[in-house]
């Protein structure tokens, strides 16, 4: 059985349904700013560029890039997921390659000019230590100078419980998840019911996120390796504010690790 497939994936009862349930998700402007943020970096994606997306999924941003000439490798823990991404991609007859690898726990040539993980994939990293060597395993797949692209949820995201939130009524996929957010470790708890009444299936998962402030982030960047960091708000190219949900940062990666 390929790793992460069974129980200890969180996403494996819901890969065959994560597309129809993500349908409104803008994934071509998400593509887009991914662009603005590297050119205002001054390290833009071009056409042949190669790039490293972190927690692919189904390979929703992967598609984008590779539509727009950039040559992508996506990498995700969850197999199931992408089960479905290999079966879109020949679908569509796009050549992006998948590796199914933890992020704490991959290792890859320095090849890549950029590298991204968006739709807060990170948080669910709930060890800052993990954390830490996921950020260093992305270095080392960069080439010097690459870009690292990616968002985060932050704390006062987690803080006012925006996980908990419940499907319109009549969808395909119906939903209801309830967050719990613990203070002292800075997780949040979120339990997931679904209902797929064409599928006639009902079940539950549960997913964990933990908040880090700016300046862990910071941190733990600079000390796996990155340099040049700048924070945005989402989907703006202005700074984040303490009201911010949701913060993207762009970050260069150094020629050593920060030893200080």
């Known amino acids: 059985m390929p790793r992460h497939r069974a129980a200890g994936d969180p996403f494996a009862r819901i890969a065959p349904y994560y597309d129809q349930l993500m349908a409104n998700v803008p994934y071509d402007l998400w593509a887009d700013y991914l662009f603005q943020l590297a050119e205002l970096a001054g390290r833009p994606m071009l056409p042949g560029s190669r790039v490293l997306d972190l927690a692919t999924g189904t390979g929703s941003v992967a598609f984008e890039l590779a539509k727009r000439g950039c040559l ?10 992408l089960d479905q991404a290999r079966r879109r991609a020949r679908d569509a007859g796009l050549a992006v390659e998948f590796l199914c690898h933890d992020l704490a726990d991959f290792s890859l040539p320095a090849e890549f000019s950029h590298a991204v993980c968006l739709y807060d994939s990170l948080n669910y990293i709930t060890e800052a230590d993990r954390l830490k060597q996921a950020f260093a395993n992305t270095r080392a797949a960069l080439v010097p100078g690459g870009l690292f692209i990616f968002d985060v949820n932050t704390v006062r995201a987690l803080e006012e419980e925006l996980f908990t939130q419940t499907s319109r009524q009549g969808a395909p996929i119906q939903y209801r998840w309830t967050s719990r957010y613990d203070p002292a470790t800075r997780v949040s708890r979120i339990r997931m019911r679904f209902t797929i009444p064409a599928a006639r299936q009902r079940f539950s998962i549960v997913h964990e996120q933990r908040a880090y402030t700016d300046e862990e982030i910071r941190s733990l960047l600079r000390q796996a390796g990155f340099r040049r960091i700048s924070a945005y708000e ?27």
Do not use: H, I
Not at 236 to 257: G, I, K, Q, W
């Open 72 to 81: 992508v490798v996506g990498v995700d823990r969850s197999c199931a997921m």
């Open 234 to 260: 989402a989907y703006r190219l202005t700074s984040p504010t303490p009201d911010s949900d949701r913060v993207f940062y762009v970050a260069e990666r150094a020629d050593a690790p920060d030893q200080s």
